[in-house]
């Protein structure tokens, strides 16, 4: 046997791919049987984990013999020497790939749930998968990550035919496969256990991805910090991965400290993503017993206010563009922060679950690009935020997480949060080509 199990075999081929560790690499299991292969590649990788999901087309009489496959966002691959030795009528093949799109969808949602798929825009996209016997899963994988974007596929595998091998340097730019046995029987050959993985076992790796990878950038550890700001001195956590484009400033509400575990994991996927955080306590010890301060926006705006100019005189810190992150009252503040025109302006704005009905008549004044975010079941917060993008007179949009409530406490909530203001700020972030620090 070459391998003991599919998690001895990730192992081995994740040696032949460290060359990307610390690059842009997005790993795509193909499920089921390639997603405990994929999560020991992703780890040694320290590459984000997600699945791509494709179904086999096969023939009506014969299903085990396939025409073809299908996979997300309409790739298709047919293949026209079997379609004719089949015999197939194009009825017959179109009511099999109805079917199988019906069954793909159905998949992509218990398997991914409400998370988004990972960005591949761009990015280095490694297919894997336990073995491949024909190829032609992972060829509609690989059209599937260049219909998304994805600037550079490569196709990675333990085992396989040669024939399979050939037919995927066709759609791969390149193709990686540790063992290609002679003569070729079963993709299970070459494993001691070859048992099936169960769907528990996927979700619960696809889980556990979140927390142990890593992306472009390794983000340092949180350094403690202490803001002057306004005659008061804040407690903040501050982190500047190595490149970053930017920083964000995260704006607690309804008396959050710089603590909030929401906060905090979306604060991690933003390093991850390369992107600076600074998460800090907008209201001393003494201030935060007394409740009005909470909803005191202006104070809070001050603060931020003096907390960005703070940021632009610190060797560190000067030369990085700014945004703010919003919870609840914290989103009515950095609006409200916003302005009074801090120079140079912050550069954007995200609002999860955010009041911006406490900044009233001035948020037709604000000129930040603004992202909106709210729970779909948030009902209140939602209806004010849709009469608040209606005010802005600036680059604006309102994205709304299903089923999610004003928490975002739902499994996968917060990861779209962390997605979307990932997407928000990277792309505001590079417009800005240098921040002169203020005088």
């Known amino acids: 046997m070459l391998f003991v199990d599919r998690a001895d075999a990730g192992r081995q081929l994740a040696q032949r791919l460290l060359r990307l560790r610390g690059t842009d690499a997005v790993v795509l299991a193909l499920p089921r049987g390639g997603v405990p292969v994929a999560f020991e590649v992703a780890r040694e990788l320290r590459a984000p984990l997600d699945v791509i999901v494709v179904r086999k087309l096969g023939v009506p009489f014969q299903p085990e013999y396939g025409f073809g496959a299908i996979g997300e966002g ?90 399979a091998v050939a037919s995927l340097r066709r759609d ?40 142990c990878a890593g992306t472009r950038n390794a983000a340092p550890d949180p350094a403690e910090v202490a803001v002057e700001a306004g005659g008061v001195r804040l407690s903040g956590s501050l982190v500047i991965p190595p490149g970053a484009d930017g920083l964000v400033v995260f704006a607690h509400g309804s008396g959050s400290s710089r603590h909030s575990p929401r906060n905090e994991l979306v604060a991690a996927g933003l390093n991850q993503a390369g992107l600076g955080t600074l998460l800090v306590d907008l209201l001393t010890a003494g201030e935060e017993l007394s409740r009005p301060n909470v909803f005191n926006v202006a104070l809070l705006a001050a603060r931020l206010t003096a907390i960005t100019h703070w940021l632009r005189g610190q060797p560190g810190t000067a030369g990085l563009a700014v945004g703010y992150f919003g919870a609840s009252t914290g989103a009515a503040a950095a609006l409200a922060a916003v302005t009074v025109s801090p ?71 917060l990861e779209q949060v962390t997605n979307l203001a990932g997407d928000w700020f990277g792309r505001h972030f590079a417009q800005v080509s240098q921040i002169t620090p203020a005088a």
Do not use: M
């Open 74 to 163: 309409g790739a298709r691959i047919v293949d026209d020497r079997v379609v004719r030795l089949a015999g197939l009528t194009r009825q017959e093949i179109a009511s099999v790939e109805g079917r199988e799109r019906d069954r793909l969808n159905r998949r992509l949602g218990q398997l991914r749930g409400s998370r988004p798929p990972v960005p591949l825009a761009g990015r280095t996209a490694v297919v894997v998968d336990d073995g491949a016997a024909t190829g032609s899963t992972a060829r509609a994988a690989c059209l599937v990550a260049r219909a998304r974007d994805a600037g550079r596929v490569i196709v990675a595998v333990p085992v396989g035919s040669a024939q």
């Open 172 to 211: 791969a730019d390149e193709v990686i496969c540790l063992h290609t046995p002679v003569p070729f029987a079963a993709v299970g050959d070459s494993y001691a256990d070859f048992s099936q993985v169960a769907d528990a076992e996927v979700t619960s790796l696809l889980g556990q991805s979140l927390t």
């Open 343 to 413: 120079r140079p302006p912050v550069a954007a704005i995200v609002s999860r679950g955010g009041r911006p009905d406490l900044v009233g008549g001035r948020l037709a004044l604000v000129r930040t690009p603004t992202l909106l975010i709210v729970g779909g079941a948030d009902t209140v917060v939602l209806d004010l935020n849709q009469r608040a993008r209606a005010q802005l007179r600036c680059e604006s949009g309102l994205a709304v997480v299903p089923g999610a409530t004003h928490l975002f406490s739902e499994p996968g909530a």
